[in-house]
């Protein structure tokens, strides 16, 4: 199991930053792919970025990619998203994820809201 714990969204402008964090816990913490998705009232959840369990690789979705940065700090098993550039259509509900290596089983945050005023 694997408990994820969100931190960073709120109300930005258009054009702002923000920083989103994800820390894990749990019992299967080791070697984990951490990533973000986001989510907007019905739609799909979408891809945002990722970064291996090493933190050697990272991944971005097209959204992302030039505006937003992924790290992680391995030793605490905390993700960041670094996001800049901010537009309004960025306004969704951020979901942290994270996969144990190895395994079938990926675990979720509870989310949180990022709002980009225009």
């Known amino acids: 199991q694997v408990h994820l714990e969100e931190n960073g969204g709120g109300l930005v402008q258009a054009g702002g930053s923000l920083r989103l964090s994800c820390s894990a816990s749990?019992?299967?913490?080791?070697?984990?792919?951490m990533g973000w998705f986001r989510q907007t009232p019905g739609r799909y959840r979408d891809f945002v970025a990722a970064?291996?369990?090493?933190?050697?690789?990272?991944y971005y979705g097209d959204s992302a990619k030039g505006r937003f940065t992924i790290s992680r700090d391995g030793a605490k098993n905390t993700v960041f998203l670094q996001m800049t550039s901010l537009k309004p259509e960025d306004t969704a509900v951020y979901y942290c994820?994270?996969?144990?290596?190895?395994?079938?089983?990926?675990?979720w945050g509870q989310g949180t809201q990022v709002t980009v005023s225009s």
């Open positions: 994820n994270a996969a144990p290596l190895g395994t079938a089983t990926d675990y």
């Open positions: 970064v291996d369990w090493s933190g050697d690789n990272t």
């Open positions: 749990g019992p299967t913490t080791t070697r984990l792919a």
